[in-house]
């Protein structure tokens, strides 16, 4: 199956919306954030608002449905695109730059004994080392070793890299919105039948708690793929088609298979709509599988796709940290953690 783009041909952005709306019941609960818990506020006009899903958490969940854990590789539709995996000092699979909470960032790739992606970066980007920084050739390099970076997004802080200054933009972003929102407070309690009044401290006895989730009449879930800046890089067509198809595939497998965001937030798709460009028509998740092994071979030639394999050794994985000798400390985007 061939997918037509050409109703995107001058459009600077491709806008959808999906509205969306519980699986059971009527109750959901949103994303929450230290200290503030909810992001409950008013909208322009005074409408009770509510941010169900944050943009950096969309950005993990959409990525979440690429990849195959148990296989360690991308599903089979993306099948052959560029990627950078990192196993252990044994040999097992560790992480890889689709999932790492910084990507190619990561300090699993960068900063471990293993310094071959490090190395080639200083090495292929010396000449940035001062001046402008040519966007155009950082994204070719990063669409060979980790093309997921051109749609999520990169930030690479090191100082040796350029002085830090290696940056680009998410191309593909999304957040969840819920308005006329209402709050739906219940509780609990944690109960010890073999000491109520024990030491609540220490984990024994009965534990009493709130619980607030919402209700709301819309729910909508919003993408935004900037096309403008896919362009920019100076891609061939096949290339640029396939960046493309990439991300509404992130976009319509999400949609499909990722919107159990919680356990209290299971949601379905009540139908999806294109606000920017007229005309355009998005492909439906099964032409996109069908369409993209195709894609993916069209473009190889030009994108030079690789799978590298780097073995992190450095340091103690300890309880989803790492501990390692001091490398120095690098700036943080903000945007690329789970909430």
């Known amino acids: ?4 783009f050409s ?13 969306l709306k519980p699986l059971q019941g009527t109750r959901f609960q949103p994303t929450g954030f230290p200290e503030i818990g909810a992001a409950l506020y008013e909208g322009p006009d005074g409408t009770p608002t509510l941010l169900v899903e944050s943009a950096q958490s969309m950005a993990n969940r959409m990525e979440a449905v690429c990849w195959d854990k148990t296989a360690d590789d991308w599903v089979e539709p993306l099948k052959g695109l560029s990627v950078i995996k990192v196993n252990d000092k044994d040999g097992k699979p560790l992480t890889n730059s689709v999932l790492e909470a910084h990507r190619i960032n990561s ?8 310094k071959k992606i490090f190395n080639r970066l200083k090495n292929e980007l010396a000449d940035m080392e001062e001046g402008l920084v040519d966007l155009r050739k950082l994204a070719g390099i990063l669409l060979a070793l980790d093309a997921n970076a051109l749609l999520h997004g990169v930030f690479l802080a090191k100082k040796e890299l350029a002085g830090g200054r290696l940056r680009l933009p998410r191309a593909l972003s999304a957040f969840i919105e819920a308005t006329n929102s209402k709050l739906a407070s219940s509780g609990g309690v944690k109960n010890d039948s073999v000491n109520p009044s024990g030491d609540t401290s220490k984990g024994f006895g009965n534990v009493p708690f709130a ?3 919402f209700v709301s009449p819309e729910i909508y879930a919003y993408f935004n793929l900037d096309l403008a800046q896919l362009r920019g890089y100076g891609f061939s067509q096949a290339v640029y088609d396939l960046l493309v198809a990439i991300a509404l595939y992130k976009i319509c497998a999400f949609l499909e298979h990722g919107l159990r965001l919680r356990t209290a937030c299971d949601l379905e798709c009540d139908g999806i709509e294109v606000q920017r460009p007229q005309g355009f028509e998005l492909p439906t998740l099964d032409g996109l599988k ?4 195709s894609l993916i071979g069209k473009a190889k030639a030009d994108a030079g796709f690789e799978v590298t394999t780097v073995t992190y050794s450095s340091g103690k994985v300890k309880k989803g940290k790492v501990e390692k000798a001091d490398t120095g400390t690098d700036a943080d985007d903000g945007d690329n953690g789970e909430d």
Not at 1 to 4: D, F, G, K, T, V
Not at 107 to 114: R, S
């Open 7 to 19: 109703a995107l041909a001058d459009a600077p952005r491709l806008l959808l919306r999906a509205k």
């Open 107 to 114: 300090p699993y790739i960068l900063e471990g004994q293993d």
């Open 290 to 293: 069908q369409a993209l092994p």
């Open 1 to 4: 199956m061939s997918l037509i």
């Open 211 to 213: 619980r607030d989730e």
